[in-house]
């Protein structure tokens, strides 16, 4: 007895010989030279009359046959394709993540559906925005972010000042340059507040998206493992198409 995952191999080369066969068989039934056939024989007026010989043409193309290859060929493909849709609607296998069954009996399609789901959140996850490394974060428990110890910085204000070069004599004033000094007239105090997450947290989903995704891919080649049962559906539809 085949498998469903010997079935589905098989599936891609039927439908692309059934193809290759319709359209083989769609370009003969539209010649019409291949179809017609003819003979013709002479005969003179008299017997001095000028003997030719006969003439004929075969029919090359007979349509009764080509429908009997397109069904042939098609029946395969009918049949293939039912025994996988058949199988898929009993095949079905736990998703099981380190001992423990997230999900019991999926079947195959949902599976696949599974398998792409969890490719895009795989790809969302990946891009969490993810707390600056160069800061330290503790989590605030009364707004719910993540938030930086307070640093306390000086804020200051430029104050001029006068530098005498020289100084003042009975005949030239004093030469003063004037220059700004910081000086400091308060502090700030700073804390920083997040809503993004701790590279740690970051990395743990990640390895729950990609434990789950190998999961569900053992869990597809499992059901794809069940046994098929062959289904004869293209000689009931062809019998009573072409019958």
Known sequence: M????????VEKGVKSKSLQDITAAHHKVQKPVQLAGISRTYQPKDEEGEQLPPESTRVQV??????REMSASLTR???VTATKDWANCSARADVTVDG??????VPVSYLL???KQLTDLHTFVKKLPVLDASESWSLD?????WKTEPVRTIRTKKVPRNHVKAEATEKHPAQVDVYYEDVPIGYWTTVKFSGSLPAK????????????QHAVKFAREEANSAEVTDQRVGDAVFGYLFG
């Open 141 to 145: 428990p009364s707004t719910d972010w």
């Open 77 to 79: 493909l009918f049949d």
């Open 62 to 67: 007979k349509t009764e046959d080509v429908l």
């Open 201 to 212: 947290r970051v990395n743990e989903l990640l390895e729950r998206v990609e434990k789950l």
């Open 100 to 105: 423990r069954t997230i999900v019991r009996e």
């Open 2 to 9: 085949a498998k469903l995952n010997q079935i589905i191999a």
């Open 113 to 115: 559906f599974l398998e």
